[in-house]
């Protein structure tokens, strides 16, 4: 709401802006205070460094616009004050609150907008990250519209029932408000912007040979299990990895605006179509630190964790990520969300995605393969594979080999199956594990299954129980790895439509457990 008075000679203006805490916006009182006292401009209500920074650009952008900065005592508040304020979009909400107090803009229409925006010295404005929770918490709010830069135009239009003012100065926004200017809301169709967006550059037609790896990846993408290869370099473990995010199943809405949200409030987001409408595939490199893979800092922001929800991370060269950087990836896999505590508060952000590892079989990387002579001795391969502790491989369900590709197989004119034939049975058996678990909180594919609920949806008969405890004792299955082959039997069951789990589909699930066979060693 916009707001002018006179109150003991002082001239006060508010009006609205929005920032973020995590991924979410919340409203922020943008209050003006004009008095007749010594020229200075305050910012109050805690505000972080780039927003007290914001005096010296406002100042400037309003001479460079031609308009006279008043020569008076500003005072600018920023409620609720009890959070801090991180973000330089309030600079175009600060210069517009200072006209407004100064009265070289009076408009009653200000009461019905939010604005946000950075000012640059010249007047111009410039893209903000969080475009789409502000536009969505402008709509929650009840607000008319949301005045925010061009660049962020296409993002925020994705929410509908509100006007979306593409700005790119001061200076349009002045003239919008005096009505010298009129300026169409932007719009979007968001079926067309998901049909743009949503192609992948990728495809598994591109992929040679493979066949019993891709197999399992199918099964892997149809069920939401989590994946670890293992295989010689050069095998095409990675080549594979970045393919899986195009048979996994179309984003839905939902998806989409959740996902974009993440990649948003860091600014990470191709401005052109302003939409995650793809799976995300973040492959962090094996140095990175607890904090970027889960999230935090100094100002709380999302980790790779979050920015692969809805997606596949990507952990190539497994081993040799730091020990402790790879144990704290346990909760997230298991709750579907990671929570930052610090002393002024805690964050949780979504981290719901599909885990993609890869490793070699020992340091050398030739353990096992017929064409190369390994250099590793057995404690050194045992030491190599002691990096990764038992926990974390009891929640990875697929466990399979990446052999080296055959001269015949590279050279073969046969075109293999394309992302979107192998998407489409993903898709089919997602949508019978949808059917099944409609009525179940928080199971959202065969992956999600709890210990009650995998005694509930994975009965056995009597000959697959028999050989699923037969390689329990030869293999020495934990109790974990028990569970895990049951939820994969039940993805190979559901990709061949079978309401019964049959012993073909738990003796494929128990292939895909070789780290717990330790068949190198």
Same mark, same amino acid.
Not at 427 to 436: L, P, T, Y
């Given at each position: 709401?916009?707001?002018?008075? !006179?109150?003991?000679?002082?001239?006060?203006?508010?009006?609205?802006?929005?920032?973020?805490?995590?991924?979410?916006?919340?409203?922020?009182?943008?209050?003006?205070?004009?008095?007749?006292?010594? =020229?200075?401009?305050?910012?109050?209500?805690?505000?972080?460094?780039? &927003?007290?920074?914001?005096?010296?650009?406002?100042?400037?952008?309003?001479?460079?616009?031609?308009?006279?900065?008043?020569?008076?005592?500003?005072?600018?508040?920023?409620?609720?004050?009890?959070?801090?304020?991180?973000?330089?979009?309030?600079?175009?909400?600060?210069?517009?609150?200072?006209?407004?107090?100064?009265?070289?803009?009076?408009?009653?229409?200000?009461?019905?907008?939010?604005?946000?925006?950075?000012?640059?010295?010249?007047?111009?404005?410039?893209?903000?990250?969080?475009?789409?929770?502000?536009?969505?918490?402008?709509?929650?709010?009840?607000?008319?519209?949301?005045?925010?830069?061009?660049?962020?135009?296409?993002?925020?239009?994705?929410?509908?029932?509100?006007?979306?003012?593409?700005?790119?100065?001061?200076?349009?926004?002045?003239?919008?408000?005096?009505?010298?200017?009129?300026?169409?809301?932007?719009?979007?169709?968001?079926?067309?912007?998901?049909?743009?967006?949503?192609?992948?550059?990728?495809?598994?037609?591109?992929?040679?040979?493979?066949?019993?790896?891709?197999?399992?990846?199918?099964?892997?993408?149809?069920?939401?299990?989590?994946?670890?290869?293992?295989?010689?370099?050069?095998?095409?473990?990675?080549?594979?990895?970045?393919?899986?995010?195009?048979?996994?199943?179309?984003?839905?809405?939902?998806?989409?605006?959740?996902?974009?949200?993440?990649?948003?409030?860091?600014?990470?987001?191709? !401005?052109?179509?302003?939409?995650?409408?793809?799976? =995300?595939?973040?492959?962090?490199?094996?140095?990175?630190?607890?904090?970027?893979?889960?999230?935090?800092?100094?100002?709380?922001?999302?980790?790779? &964790?979050?920015?692969?929800?809805?997606?596949?991370?990507?952990?190539?060269?497994?081993?040799?990520?730091?020990?402790?950087?790879?144990?704290?990836?346990?909760? =997230?896999?298991?709750?579907?969300?990671?929570?930052?505590?610090?002393?002024?508060?805690?964050?949780?952000?979504?981290?719901?995605?599909?885990?993609?590892?890869?490793?070699?079989?020992? =340091?050398?990387?030739?353990?096992?393969?017929?064409?190369?002579?390994?250099?590793?001795?057995?404690?050194?391969?045992?030491?190599?594979?002691?990096?990764?502790?038992?926990?974390?491989?009891?929640?990875?369900?697929?466990?399979?080999?990446?052999?080296?590709?055959?001269?015949?197989?590279?050279?073969?004119?046969?075109?293999?199956?394309?992302?979107?034939?192998?998407?489409?049975?993903?898709?089919?058996?997602?949508?019978?594990?949808?059917?099944?678990?409609?009525?179940?909180?928080?199971?959202?594919?065969?992956?999600?299954?709890?210990?009650?609920?995998?005694?509930?949806?994975?009965?056995?008969?009597?000959?697959?129980?028999?050989?699923?405890?037969?390689?329990?004792?030869?293999?020495?299955?934990?109790?974990?790895?028990?569970?895990?082959?049951?939820?994969?039997?039940?993805?190979?069951?559901?990709?061949?439509?079978?309401?019964?789990?049959?012993?073909?589909?738990?003796?494929?699930?128990?292939?895909?457990?070789?780290?717990?066979?330790?068949?190198?060693?």
């Amino acid at each position: 709401a916009y707001n002018k008075c !006179f109150q003991g000679g002082n001239m006060i203006s508010k009006l609205y802006s929005s920032t973020l805490e995590g991924i979410n916006a919340y409203i922020v009182e943008v209050e003006t205070d004009l008095t007749r006292s010594l =020229p200075a401009l305050n910012i109050v209500g805690l505000p972080e460094r780039v &927003v007290k920074e914001a005096k010296d650009r406002v100042e400037s952008a309003i001479k460079n616009t031609g308009i006279k900065f008043p020569t008076k005592r500003i005072t600018v508040n920023l409620a609720p004050a009890e959070k801090k304020k991180e973000t330089s979009g309030f600079d175009l909400p600060i210069a517009v609150g200072i006209l407004a107090a100064s009265g070289d803009l009076i408009a009653s229409a200000l009461s019905k907008y939010v604005v946000v925006g950075e000012i640059s010295l010249s007047g111009n404005v410039r893209k903000i990250n969080g475009a789409l929770s502000i536009a969505s918490i402008t709509k929650d709010k009840g607000f008319k519209g949301l005045i925010l830069p061009k660049q962020n135009a296409s993002e925020a239009a994705i929410i509908n029932g509100i006007d979306i003012i593409p700005i790119g100065s001061l200076a349009e926004v002045l003239d919008y408000f005096r009505g010298d200017k009129e300026i169409e809301p932007h719009k979007i169709d968001v079926n067309e912007l998901f049909e743009i967006a949503g192609k992948y550059s990728e495809d598994f037609s591109d992929v040679k040979g493979q066949q019993l790896a891709k197999r399992a990846i199918e099964v892997a993408a149809a069920g939401g299990h989590n994946l670890i290869m293992i295989g010689p370099p050069g095998s095409g473990k990675t080549m594979l990895a970045k393919r899986i995010s195009t048979v996994l199943p179309k984003m839905t809405v939902d998806e989409a605006l959740e996902t974009t949200k993440i990649h948003s409030s860091i600014g990470n987001l191709d !401005f052109t179509n302003g939409i995650v409408a793809t799976r =995300p595939f973040r492959s962090p490199h094996h140095t990175i630190s607890n904090i970027g893979l889960i999230g935090g800092g100094q100002r709380i922001r999302p980790g790779e &964790v979050s920015l692969a929800h809805n997606g596949v991370l990507f952990l190539d060269e497994l081993p040799e990520f730091n020990r402790n950087v790879l144990e704290v990836l346990r909760q =997230p896999l298991e709750n579907g969300n990671v929570t930052i505590s610090r002393a002024t508060g805690s964050l949780t952000f979504p981290c719901r995605f599909m885990l993609v590892a890869a490793m070699n079989p020992c =340091p050398c990387g030739y353990f096992g393969d017929p064409y190369h002579t390994c250099t590793c001795t057995p404690n050194v391969i045992q030491k190599y594979m002691s990096k990764i502790s038992g926990p974390l491989l009891d929640r990875i369900d697929i466990h399979i080999e990446v052999p080296s590709v055959k001269y015949r197989e590279l050279t073969s004119k046969n075109i293999s199956e394309s992302s979107d034939t192998i998407r489409k049975r993903v898709q089919g058996a997602r949508e019978i594990q949808n059917s099944r678990y409609i009525n179940e909180k928080n199971i959202y594919s065969n992956a999600h299954l709890t210990v009650r609920s995998v005694k509930k949806y994975c009965v056995l008969d009597t000959e697959s129980e028999s050989l699923l405890q037969t390689a329990i004792h030869k293999f020495g299955f934990s109790a974990r790895a028990y569970n895990r082959i049951l939820k994969v039997s039940r993805t190979i069951a559901d990709l061949e439509k079978s309401d019964i789990i049959k012993s073909k589909h738990i003796s494929e699930a128990i292939q895909y457990r070789s780290l717990d066979r330790h068949y190198w060693l």
